[in-house]
Nanobody, 110 residues
Framework: VQLQASGGGLVQTGGSLRLSCKASGLNFAIATMNWHRQGPGKQRELVASIASSGSTNYQDSVKGRFTISRDNARRTLYLQMNSLKPEDTAVYYC?????WGWGTLVTVSS
């Protein structure tokens, strides 16, 4: 199983970014997929999840600002992040069944 995350970068407060995670080596369509993040000096935390049914769950701090989605045909997971805040600064990781991709760094400047 391989997960390749991309899309991070530097953005100003209030800006937007879309992260992508390309998956291979698994039956993507039936996998629950997750986005996690780890900010500087913080523990890694679950940000959002999406089940095979399309059902989603979000950490309270990102509700209404982030949207997780999936494209099963492209075997790709997305995280649309709007109204970004400095506290969203972190390395973001995609994960499924305890398999982790390389992170992508998101930096939000104040």
């Amino acid at each position: 199983v391989q997960l390749q995350a991309s899309g991070g970068g530097l953005v100003q407060t209030g800006g937007s970014l879309r992260l992508s995670c390309k998956a291979s080596g698994l039956n993507f369509a039936i996998a629950t997929m997750n986005w996690h993040r780890q900010g500087p000096g913080k523990q890694r935390e679950l940000v959002a999840s999406i089940a095979s049914s399309g059902s989603t769950n979000y950490q309270d701090s990102v509700k209404g600002r982030f949207t997780i989605s999936r494209d099963n045909a492209r075997r790709t997971l997305y995280l649309q992040m709007n109204s970004l805040k400095p506290e969203d600064t972190a390395v973001y990781y995609c994960e499924t069944r305890d398999t982790w991709g390389w992170g992508t760094l998101v930096t939000v400047s104040s």
